[in-house]
Structure formats: C-alpha cells, structure tokens
C-alpha cells in the first residue's frame, strides 16, 4: 500500500475535485442551460453520453452526472488498461518477480495481494465522490439522492473490478510489458468502441451487450432508481471468472523470460 501511493490517490482525487469544481461553476452554468439544448438533444452527442443522456441536465444533479460520469469512464479506460496489466509486466521487464517469489507464499497469492491494493486504492472513488457530493450539494442548497448516487459509484468500484481482472488476466497470460499492454487496451477499448457504436447506429444496437461499459451504467441506475441486479451479478461474474483465471495461470505456468 505505501509503494507509489502517490499515484494510487491522485486519480480518485482529481475526479473527486471535479465535483466541488462543477458546484462553484454551476449558478453561471444554469443561466446557460438553453443554450445547450439542441447539442444535448443531438443524435450524435447522446451516442457519447450513452445511458447518461437520458438524465436531465437541467438539475445540480443531472450536470453531476453528465459530467463526473463522462470523466469517469476515460480515467477507467486509462487506469484499467494500464495498472493491473503492470503488476507483473513490471516485475517482468525489471527482472525482480525472482526476488518477489522467493518470500515463503504461494505464486496465487502474491498476485492476489498486489491486486487487493488495486482494488483498495479504487475503493477512493466512491468514497471521495459521494463525500463531495453530498458537501457540495448541502453548500448550494441544491437535492440529489444520495441513496441513488451511492449505487452509481458502486457500479464504478465494480467495472473497475471487473476490467482490471481482465488486465490482470493479459498480465499473466503475456507476462511482457508491451504485449500484454497491446492486448489489454485492444480488449478494453474494443468494448467501449463497441458500446458508443451500439449507441450511435441502431442496426448495431446488439453489439452493446458484449461490452462491460454497458452496464451498471449511471444512467440505468438512476432512471431505475435501484442497482440492476441482472447487470450486478453479470460484472461480478466476469470480473470474477477473469480473476480467478489469472490467479491459475499465473500458478501453473513456466516463468521464462
């Protein structure tokens, strides 16, 4: 936990700050909602936002939601592509993973271990946002659902989990830095690619539901007003199927390199 926490916190945090960010700027924001109407009604511009376009923009709390949740989802391309791929890439590249696996524990749950920091240091996500949320509205005077936007950050910490546990699995599985990177950012991107091209052409609406950016979605969670538990135990399987094949791999396999 203290090796590089630096970096560990500085991505919850900067997204976190937006919040605070967006209630200051929002009275000057409100006076100009009408001039954004057509843009936000666009067909292009709701395949960006995705499920977040069917939240009205025209509360505090549907501005928190177009804008922190559209952030979101580029920093967790970023991080997942790139952090849990590296747990072992690095070790690879630097030559240290002999030194690493020397200490009296099992291969699996070494692994294990490195990813709980992962996963404990994304845990700051949905504690800072809601935390900021709920000062920043109390500040302004303005209402939100807590109860709702708990479950919406929640689903964060959850595709966090379950993308990563698909990096992860390309760490093990390629060991080396670049390929593994190759394939993790190929296999990430590709199911955002394919959940803004579901968005934006209806002939290929199908191909959304083979992406993880589809579900547990802000949007689906607030026009449900509940954590959809079909999409729940959908990210919670893959995401655990992933993790538990990386663990394996990374067991049984020959450590050459």
Excluded: H
């Excluded at 109860?147 to 698909?166: H, K």
Aim: hydrophobic content about 55%.
């Amino acid at each position: 936990m203290r090796k590089k926490w630096f970096s560990g916190i500085l991505y919850p945090f900067f997204v976190a700050i937006l919040i605070p960010l967006i209630a200051y700027m929002w009275p000057m924001l409100k006076d100009q909602i009408s001039l954004f109407a057509d843009l936000l009604d666009s067909p292009v511009y709701q395949a960006i936002l995705g499920q977040l376009g069917m939240i009205g923009f025209g509360t505090f709390e549907g501005a928190i939601y177009m804008y922190i949740f559209s952030w979101m989802e580029m920093i967790m391309i970023f991080v997942t592509i790139l952090i849990p791929v590296k747990l072992i890439s690095t070790e690879i590249d630097e030559r240290t993973l002999d030194v690493m696996l020397s200490y009296p524990i099992q291969r699996w749950q070494y692994l294990f271990e490195k990813f709980s920091v992962y996963l404990t240091y994304n845990l700051l996500y949905p504690v800072l946002m809601v935390l900021f949320t709920l000062l920043s509205a109390v500040s302004l005077n303005e209402s939100i659902n807590i109860a709702t936007f708990t479950y919406t950050v929640i689903g964060v910490w959850l595709l966090f989990f379950a993308l990563g546990s698909l990096s992860l699995f390309c760490g093990t599985l390629l060991l080396k830095s670049k390929k593994a990177l190759t394939v993790s950012g190929i296999i990430i991107l590709g199911q955002y690619i394919l959940v803004r091209v579901g968005g934006m052409v209806p002939a290929a609406k199908y191909l959304k539901f083979f992406s993880l950016f589809n579900y547990l979605n802000a949007g689906t969670i607030v026009t449900s007003g509940t954590m959809p538990v079909n999409e729940l135990l959908l990210v919670i399987t893959v995401g655990l199927i992933a993790l538990i094949s990386s663990l394996y791999v990374f067991q049984k396999r020959e450590l050459v390199y």
